[in-house]
Nanobody
Framework: EVQLQASGGGLVQAGGSLRLSCAASGFAFDDHTIGWFRQAPGKEREGVSC????????YYADSVQGRFTISRDNAKRTMYLQMNSLKPEDTAVYYC?????????WGKGTLVTVSS
C-alpha cells in the first residue's frame, strides 16, 4: 500500500522558515518523481515543486522560485521542502504527491499558516 505522510507544518510569521517532510512507503521511492502541492482556502490545489528520480531535476512554481528548495533522501525514503522568506499567501495545506504505476497518491497534508 502506497503511503505518503507529510509533516512539519505550523504557524510562522512572515519572513520566517519551515521545513516540510514527506515520508513515503509502499513503492520504489528511488524510481519516481515526487512533489509538493498546496491548497489555500477557497482555491484549487496547485503544484509547488517536484523532484525527479535520483535528483534528476527539479521544478518550482514561479510563486516560490528562489524561496523554496525541494530535496530528497532516497535512503530514508523522505522528501523535504525547505521554505524560506514565507509570505501570508503561502498559507495553505501542503500535500506530497507521487504517481507510481500511473496512479496519483496523496498524503493527508500538513497545514502551513503564515501570519503578517
Amino acid at each position: 500500500e502506497v503511503q505518503l505522510q507529510a509533516s512539519g507544518g505550523g504557524l510562522v510569521q512572515a519572513g520566517g522558515s519551515l521545513r516540510l517532510s514527506c515520508a513515503a512507503s509502499g513503492f520504489a521511492f528511488d524510481d519516481h518523481t515526487i512533489g509538493w502541492f498546496r491548497q489555500a482556502p477557497g482555491k484549487e490545489r496547485e503544484g509547488v515543486s517536484c523532484i525527479g528520480a535520483s535528483d534528476s531535476g527539479t521544478y518550482y512554481a514561479d510563486s516560490v522560485q528562489g524561496r523554496f528548495t525541494i530535496s530528497r533522501d532516497n535512503a530514508k525514503r523522505t522528501m523535504y521542502l525547505q521554505m524560506n522568506s514565507l509570505k501570508p499567501e503561502d498559507t495553505a495545506v501542503y500535500y506530497c504527491n507521487a504517481a507510481p504505476r500511473g496512479t496519483n497518491y496523496w498524503g493527508k497534508g500538513t497545514l502551513v499558516t503564515v501570519s503578517s
